[in-house]
């Protein structure tokens, strides 16, 4: 099967996407697969560094602009429409694949005008702009959430779950050893998230010499947030801009700060690990206190809005649940109880079958 793909410039878009066609090189080596994103996107890092193939167009998001940023972008959006129709015409998939992100707009609308079938996958709990003005023009819409059904009153939706990077399934139970906490933002960091957390270390004195910490921070304050570490007296050599092996930092981690992306989500129940949710409050639609609001609501999370972030909070729950392994591990049995696992399996039988279809 050729398979485009279609989307991404965060992570939350693009691992699954990476998951997606890995799972289907891995079922039928001789397919073909493609990526349409842009230069900017974390697609033109990651995707080489896979071996996997990528195609930009020129296309930039229109949320947050005002009327005039809106309106200078248009003849970029007439661009970009034009290098998907290339795109096509040179790759002829048999099915597109839309994974959200402003790169996949112009894609999905190409392949309408071009008369190929269209898949989107969702991934939150609230689906963003892109795919509700689209959906209607796909013959599947394949949902993280089973609460994503609701803003989608045309196509054909189903529940498949959220494609997982190698490994994340096969996560082993928290470990006995010293706890380690997981932290993150997400692929570029959260600023608010690394503050906070250097500000909470005095506060978690106690711990210190014991409890280890692998921060993902992003390429932009790694080097402030390494030395922050150092003034604390805490060990700076678990600060990493990127964390390239999730897999393995999950199966260390006793506990993970984290905002509340799905991708996130369904990592951090498949691997079966609590977390405190940070939610991203300018996220589209607010879909990450969503994401979180599920977790939470199972007892397999804890939310913390990032108005209540500060580190006397970060320092007394993460304290609590450090010092309470049952409930860590209660917290953990519920979130893998969560899991949605085959999501790649599922959705390639729904390409398979509207490929089939066309």
Known sequence: MKMLLAGGGTGGHLF??????????????????????????????ILPELGL???????????????????????????????SLRILDRFRPQVVVGVGGYASGPLLLAAR?????????????????????????????????AEADRAFHHGATVLTGNPLRRGMEDCPPISPDNPLLLVFGGSRGARAINEAMVRALPLLEEFRGRLGILHQTGAEDVEWTREEYRQAGWDPNGVVPFINDMADAYARAHLVLCRAGATTVAELTACGRPAIMVPYPHAAGD????????????????????????????????????RDRERLLNMAGVARSMGKRGASDLILRECRAIAKER
Not at 16 to 27: D, I, M, S, Y
Not at 64 to 76: D, H, N, Q, T, V
Request: charged share 20%; glycine share 8%.
């Open 16 to 45: 699954p996407a990476v998951a997606l066609a890995q799972r289907l090189l891995e079922q039928t080596p001789e397919s073909e697969v493609l990526f349409v994103g842009t230069e900017r996107g974390i697609e033109s890092r």
């Open 53 to 83: 193939p990528l195609a930009t167009i020129d296309i930039a998001g229109f949320a947050g602009k005002g009327i005039g940023g809106k309106l200078a972008l248009i003849p970029r959006l007439f661009k970009s429409v034009h290098q």
């Open 113 to 145: 005008l071009k008369g190929y079938p269209v898949l989107i996958h969702e991934q939150n709990a609230w689906p963003g702009l892109t795919n509700r003005l689209l959906a209607r023009w796909a013959e599947r819409i394949c949902l993280s959430f």
């Open 287 to 322: 879909h990450q206190s969503a994401n979180a609001r599920a977790l939470a609501h199972r007892g397999a999370a804890l939310m913390l809005p990032q108005s209540e972030l500060t580190a006397e909070n970060i320092a007394r729950i993460a304290g609590d649940l450090l």
